[in-house]
């Protein structure tokens, strides 16, 4: 009977392929042995009728044994791609397609619950996808179930995806969300896809546009020629946030691709307050352009330092800073603005608009450092005898306050000095709250102590206070400051340590020993119980002077 589905008589062959149905219908034990024939023969024949009642005949013989679907499975795929390629399932009217959908359906929960099957089939999965009949929802429900039961599967067949996606199945985008890092090049090569659904879906826009950022953040380069395609969805509000997100990166790469953009991200901040806080932060890259661009950035963003809304307010002032690191000279017609927010009730807005001062007229941490060097050597060269260090403090005492004052913003300066005995190698720090109020944890009368081997840096900053009435040297002596400065730098020195001149000649300590200074006041917890307070310029215990005030 098998013989007769080689027959040149077409009436022959069906009439053998209809008669091995009725047997599997009524006793398929007896076809068992017979089932690599029959699949040899499903694999050759051009006869769609035949091929029809084969595949019901497969269908019998797997349902019998389940071990069958997995040894034959590789003869199944090579059966499914030949019907791909003879365009043998173009036509829902095709005997052929429902051979094919019969044969699908049987491996459906054989798919699900077998990794290494899954694995081989998918390929031939989403290439049915491809199909232009209904051929193609049995394999998307396949397709779908594996994508949600098996995501590792889909990192190996990324191209298989996209190919699916643009070929009219978009619900498949979501299984694309997590797969940017397995495949970039085939998120480059589909943008054009990607972008598209973005324009024309509103059901898979949010999902394009996500797919759009992960490219952006990778490849810049790739998205940013799609800039105009990707504004417009700055306007909605659901996606409005994605797109502010993606633009950022593409100016971060290249500002002048987002420049033409300005009057949409204007519009956008007036008329969506989900992207109020985001904006800013788009102006400030595409003002990297140039310093004229700069200069129509800065006149928008002065207008944002109106808003009421906290977040708008430091994301804008962030820009103002970054805008000033490129060119000083361009923020300052805008200083005495910020200057209003230096007493915001927010510290953030407050810390960002004296960041901004400081840094534009240089009293940032860079230009500080550079200030230390350079009064360090006007001193050295000034300063022959402890009686010229006396003078020159006496001389240019306000210089001096106004530099102090910078240093004490970032390392404190203690409100006393004091040794246990005459002579010994560890100094004993004050700190005083300055605020002193009812609940002080640290009034004058009690003070926060610890203690310190680094003495000779901390008698610098000693004398970098003793004119401005913030530290006091005792019990050493009760004479002038540099002497009282001087006594208790003899009364610790080793032999191997300078004299005290060359030692105070370079009376302000550098960057790099400031921060080591300001770590053993974070081991010794001093920064858990004082805030610095920028209205008053002093170090306030956290009950004078809460964090979040």
Known sequence: MLNDL??????????????????????????LEETPKITEILKTTDDDYVILQLSAVLEGLFKTDPTLPKAFAQDMFEFFKRMIREEKLSSDDSLAMGGVVRL???YQPIFLSD??????????????LTVNSSI???????VNQISMHNPNLLKENVRSLFAAVAGGFPELMASLMNLYSYDPQAFIDNIEVIIQYAEKDPNNRSIALNLLYQIAKDKPEAVAKYTER??????????????CMILAEIARYKPEAVSPTI???????????????LIPNILGLVSKESDERARVVLEILAEYLDSNDQYVLAATLSEFKNIAGQNRELVLPYLEKIRAKENDPQEFVRDQAIAIIDYVEKRDARSLASRIEEQNAKIKEAVKSVDDLTRYVDENVTILKDFIAEVAKKLPVPSGFSTKGRIRKTLILEFSCSANGKSCLYPKDRVFTTE?????????????????????????????AVGAIKEAYEAYKEKEDADFLSYISEPFLTSSEQDNLIEQLREANFFRVFNYNSQTATWDCIMCNPPSA
């Open 230 to 243: 990707i504004i417009p969805h700055i306007h909605s509000p659901i996606t409005s946030s994605l797109c």
């Open 136 to 142: 193609k929802w049995s394999a998307y429900s396949i």
């Open 115 to 128: 990794h290494e099957l899954a694995q081989k089939a998918f390929p031939v999965l989403t290439e049915l």
């Open 452 to 480: 310190t081997k680094a003495w000779s840096k901390w008698l610098k900053i000693a004398f970098s206070a003793v004119k401005i009435g913030k530290a006091v040297i005792y019990p050493v002596s009760a004479g002038d």
């Open 263 to 277: 009057e949409d991200l204007r519009n956008a901040y007036d008329n969506n307050p989900n992207v109020r806080p």
């Open 6 to 31: 080689y027959s040149d008589d077409q009436n022959v062959r069906r009439a053998a392929s209809l008669k091995l149905v009725e047997i599997v219908e009524q006793n398929p034990s007896a076809l």
């Open 104 to 106: 699908i359906q049987s």
